[in-house]
């Protein structure tokens, strides 16, 4: 798809320099060289109106192409896990849980990645709403996916005993 779209940008931008070359050679030739420079709009829109039909049908074609490809660019990338509304959740540590012990954003509930591999790995990420999460215990110091589900599971034990 990448590869489509800079060979119509490259296909637009040829078509467009042709076109100018076109004009330009044209309002010259018309005007017995480069005597006259004022600029006519009149005789240039004429030239333009005068252009043979494929030219123009391709540059609409183009054009349109263009356009679909914009529109379809536009669209937002969702992440690839949608979110469970079911899913039950409980907060801890900043963020919330599922039963699974997986990680789901506080604002949104859409799953967290790691935000930087390798440099904190206490911080998370929402690819859905853009939202840094930090885990945290709760005297506030930084806590790994690792640390976190371990108190996670001690705490429900104890919770339930
Ligand atoms: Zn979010």
Redesign the pocket.
């Known amino acids: 798809m990448k590869k489509l779209k800079k060979i119509l940008i490259w296909l637009l931008s040829s078509v467009c320099a042709a076109l100018i070359a076109y004009v330009v050679l044209k309002y010259i030739d018309s005007y017995n060289g480069l005597r006259n420079l004022s600029v006519h709009i009149q005789d240039l829109l004429l030239i333009l109106a005068n252009l043979p039909t494929p030219l123009w049908a391709t540059i609409v074609l183009i054009a349109i192409c263009f356009l679909y490809i914009y529109l379809n660019t536009q669209k937002p990338q969702y992440p690839q896990e949608p979110p469970n509304v079911q899913e039950k959740l409980h907060e801890a540590f900043g963020v919330y849980w599922n039963n699974q012990y997986k990680l789901r954003?506080?604002?949104?509930?859409?799953p967290l990645k790691c935000a930087s591999k390798g440099h904190d790995p206490s911080l998370f990420w929402?690819s859905?709403?853009?939202?840094k999460l930090p885990l945290r215990d709760p005297n506030g110091n930084p806590l790994t996916e690792a640390n976190a589900i371990e108190q996670l599971k001690k705490m429900l034990t104890n919770g339930s005993t």
């Open positions: 954003c506080l604002k949104c509930k859409w929402c859905n709403c853009n939202t």
